[in-house]
């Protein structure tokens, strides 16, 4: 049974033992988080879009996480997307069972908490995980699923293009520098929708523990009820997002790639006891096969020396999900 699944059962008196977290979720700083005009970046004027990139620059300079405003996705798929979504959880457990998918690659995985059987401790979420790209797959359930979805991950994929783009010049290098080094044309997509339910003691719990992702970047929407807190100079800062925003954070192989320039960023999600949060991600990262290592132009023998090992993303993803979610502590075991 998944958490929603708990919840909605009558019988949840007090927080099962296997699901209490031990977090303090009290050290928080209300801090501006950094907001990119997408329509600045991709149809402004050249004075514009030079400003753009600076933000974006600066974002994952300092953040490893900034807003994205004025995109191209259309706000009737961004609706569509997460009313789908609510759908595919409102399937009974035995029509859910169908995407239980045992192994970490299946196309389709659907569950509760994370990596359960590995840890102590149960997370309160459940999730549906698709592999969209290169090879497009969805469930049959909802009937709309798939082509609603199909048609928000390929938009999701030119938005991470266009800002790919901005990353890139903010690097100093040619705008698909990034595109061509990660061969994101041929790259993976994953499209992750998860479900935070109510919860009568959200201090015990936790939707999901401080990590970072893998992959290049992460785009995510959400409906109107908050939970993400990101790690910002020590501090745990909760994001309150505009309607029809993006939160874009970038990954571990971004952090890679850039051989540390632009690290990843380390967040948590926090639940709540009034109501059912919702998110949609799709994660953006190269091919499976791909080896990722520092690139060469932005490593420099005497300043900016090597500071990870090449490591196959398919074999760093099993590395990051068969082990228990921690920080940065897959990011550590390829430093040098």
Known sequence: MGVKGLVE?????????????????NDLEVEEVP??????????????RSKAIQVIGKACREWGF?????????????????NVGERFFDLTEEEKQDYA???LFDPIRCGTGFNNGLGNVFLWRDYLKVHVHPHFHAPHKPADFRETSEEYCKKARDVAEE???????????????IHKKMDIESGSQLLVMNLYPPCPRPELVMGMPPHSDHGILTLLTQNDVCGLQI???GNWVPVNPPPYSFLVNTGDHMEILTNGRYESVVHRVVVNSKATRMTIATGHGPPLGAIV???????????????????????YIELQQTNQLKGKSCLDRVRI
Do not use: C, W
């Open 9 to 25: 059962s009558g019988y949840l008196n007090s927080i099962p033992p296997e699901y209490v977290f031990p977090s303090n979720l």
């Open 101 to 103: 998918g045992k192994e």
């Open 231 to 233: 790690l910002h100079n």
């Open 35 to 48: 907001t990119v005009d997408f329509s600045q970046l991709t149809a402004g004027t050249p004075d514009e």
């Open 293 to 315: 290592s520092p690139a060469a132009e932005l490593v420099d023998s005497e300043s900016h020396p090597p500071k990870y090992q090449g490591m196959k993303y398919r074999d």
């Open 66 to 82: 900034f807003m994205v405003i004025n995109h191209s996705m259309p706000r009737r798929l961004m609706d569509e997307m997460l």
């Open 163 to 177: 800002l790919l783009k901005g990353i890139s010049k903010s690097l100093g290098q040619e705008e698909n520098y």
